[in-house]
C-alpha cells in the first residue's frame, strides 16, 4: 500500500470516527425527542418583547450591583445549555414590528410590519399552536400586557392589522385553546365604544373570563374549560397600550400566572405554552432603564416556573427564551463617560424616589441615563439578531444562528 494511500484510508477512519463522535454529542440530552421528527411533550416558548442581549446583560448588571459587584449575576435563562441567534428582519423591512415577528416565530413565514397571522398576499398562515392542538396539545397563551395585543395574538389572531384589536379579540374563541391569559383587552367594547364588551362577547361563545384571583378560583370551582385571565384592575374597561398599571394588591405577578397555567392544563396531555413579557419592549421605547430591568427580572420569574417544571420532566419538557426584535438600542455604556462603571445606585435610588410610578419625563430620563452611562439610541426597534435561549428535549437544535422563521420548524422537529 503506498504513503497516499494508507493517509487516504487513516483520513477515512478518522473521517468515520469524527462522524460518529458528532453523532453521539447531537444525541447527548437529545432523550427521546427530536430524532424522529416528535416534538417535545412539554414546550414553554417565552418571548421577550423587545429583548436583545444587552437588555439582558443590563438586568444580570444591576443584580450584581445590588449584591456589592459588577459582574453579570446570572438569570436562570442565561444559564441553559444551548445558545442561538435569530435574525429578525420582516417580509418588507429591516427592522421589523412585534407582530411581524410574532408572525415569524408562530407561523415561520415573514410578513409585512402590521400584519398578523396572514403573508403579504393575504393568505392566512396556520400557528404552531393551532398545529399543536390538532396533534393533541392542551394550549396556553399568556402575556403581561393586553390578551390582543400583537404577540400573543400572533399565535391566535389573522389580521391584515394588528390594531384591529375588538377583531383580534373576536378570533379568541375560534381558536378553542384552553388558557389565555393578559393585563385585559385593548378596545374592550370597540374603538367606538359601542359594540358588546370582550367579558360578554367572549363568555357568549364559550370562554370562561376571569378579572382577577377570586374569579379565577371561582371559575376553577365552575369546572371551566376555557379560561381568558385577565388583571382584576382592568375589568370591564379598555388597558391603556404602552402603560400596565401594577396594583400590588391584586395584581396577579408573572410566576403566579404562569403557575395558574401549568395548574389548569395539568400534565397528562402534552401542551405548548407560549408567555409574552411586554413591557420590556414598551419601557424600552420609552428608554426607562429601570422598568425594562424590572420586566426583564419579571420573565425571569415565569421561566423559573417552567424551569423548576423541567426539573420534574426533564427528558419530556424544551423551555425557549427569545425575543421577537430589540428595542431602544441599549448599551452598557454610553459617550459621556467611556469605559467606566455603571451607576447603578443613580439609578436605582431615583427610581425608588419615583415610587416605581415610573413617571420621569423623557429629558429627566434622559439625564439620569447619561449620567449612568446607559446608553440608547432609538426610540424605536433595531434590526439586529436577538439572541434564542434552549434547556431540554431537543434544546441542541436552538445552537447557532438562523431566522426567527425556522424556530417554529425547529420546535417541531421538522
Ligand atoms: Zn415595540
Not at 438569570?75 to 445549555?81: A, D, G, N, Q, R
Given at each position: 500500500m503506498s504513503k497516499v494511500r494508507k493517509s487516504t484510508v487513516a483520513g477515512i477512519i478518522c473521517g468515520v470516527l469524527l462522524v460518529a463522535a458528532c453523532v453521539v454529542i447531537a444525541n447527548?440530552?437529545?432523550?427521546?425527542?427530536?430524532e424522529n421528527g416528535k416534538p417535545a411533550k412539554y414546550i414553554f416558548l417565552f418571548i421577550g418583547d423587545g429583548m436583545g442581549a444587552t437588555h439582558v446583560a443590563a438586568a444580570e448588571s444591576y443584580q450584581s450591583y445590588l449584591e456589592g459587584g459588577h459582574g453579570f449575576r446570572q438569570?436562570?435563562?442565561?444559564?441553559?445549555?444551548v445558545l442561538g441567534m435569530a435574525t429578525t428582519y420582516s417580509a418588507n423591512k429591516n427592522i421589523t414590528c412585534s407582530s411581524a415577528a410574532g408572525t415569524a416565530i408562530s407561523c415561520g413565514e415573514k410578513t409585512n410590519n402590521g400584519m398578523l397571522g396572514i403573508n403579504p398576499a393575504g393568505d392566512t398562515l396556520t400557528s404552531i399552536a393551532k398545529i399543536l392542538q390538532e396533534r393533541g396539545y392542551k394550549v396556553g397563551i399568556m402575556s403581561s400586557?393586553?390578551?390582543?395585543?400583537?404577540t400573543p395574538a400572533a399565535f391566535y389572531g389573522h389580521n391584515?392589522?394588528?390594531?384591529d384589536y375588538y377583531g383580534i379579540t373576536e378570533e379568541i374563541p375560534a381558536s378553542g385553546y384552553e388558557f389565555f391569559g393578559g393585563s385585559g383587552f385593548i378596545d374592550y367594547a370597540g374603538k367606538d365604544g359601542k359594540k358588546t364588551g370582550s367579558e360578554e362577547l367572549l363568555e357568549s361563545q364559550g370562554y370562561t373570563v376571569c378579572f382577577g384571583k377570586k374569579e379565577y378560583d371561582e371559575a376553577i370551582r365552575n369546572g371551566a374549560e376555557h379560561i381568558v385571565l385577565c388583571q382584576e384592575a382592568y375589568k370591564g374597561i379598555s388597558t391603556p397600550t404602552y402603560t400596565v398599571k401594577a396594583d400590588p394588591e391584586s395584581t396577579i405577578e408573572s410566576e403566579d400566572m404562569m403557575k395558574r397555567c401549568l395548574e389548569f392544563l395539568g400534565d397528562e396531555k402534552p401542551f405548548f405554552i407560549m408567555y409574552e413579557q411586554g413591557e420590556i419592549d414598551w419601557a424600552a421605547h420609552s428608554n426607562k432603564t429601570m422598568p425594562m430591568v424590572e420586566s426583564v427580572q419579571k420573565l425571569d420569574d415565569a421561566v423559573e416556573v417552567a424551569v423548576e417544571f423541567y426539573r420534574q420532566h426533564p427528558d419530556e419538557t424544551l423551555i425557549l427564551v427569545t425575543a421577537d426584535h430589540e428595542t431602544?438600542?441599549?448599551?452598557?455604556?454610553?459617550?459621556?463617560?467611556?469605559d467606566d462603571n455603571l451607576q447603578w445606585a443613580l439609578l436605582d435610588s431615583a427610581w425608588k424616589a419615583d415610587d416605581y410610578s415610573n413617571t420621569l419625563d423623557y429629558d429627566s430620563n434622559r439625564a439620569l441615563n447619561e449620567s449612568a452611562y446607559i446608553g440608547w439610541t432609538t426610540t424605536g426597534h433595531t434590526g439586529g439578531p436577538v439572541p434564542v435561549y434552549a434547556l431540554g428535549a431537543g434544546a441542541e437544535r436552538f445552537g447557532g444562528r438562523y431566522d426567527n422563521t425556522e424556530i417554529m420548524r425547529k420546535i417541531l422537529a421538522e
Open positions: 447527548m440530552g437529545n432523550h427521546n425527542a427530536g438569570v436562570s435563562f442565561s444559564k441553559f445549555p400586557v393586553p390578551v390582543n395585543h400583537a391584515s392589522s394588528r390594531h431602544g438600542g441599549i448599551t452598557l455604556g454610553s459617550t459621556t463617560k467611556p
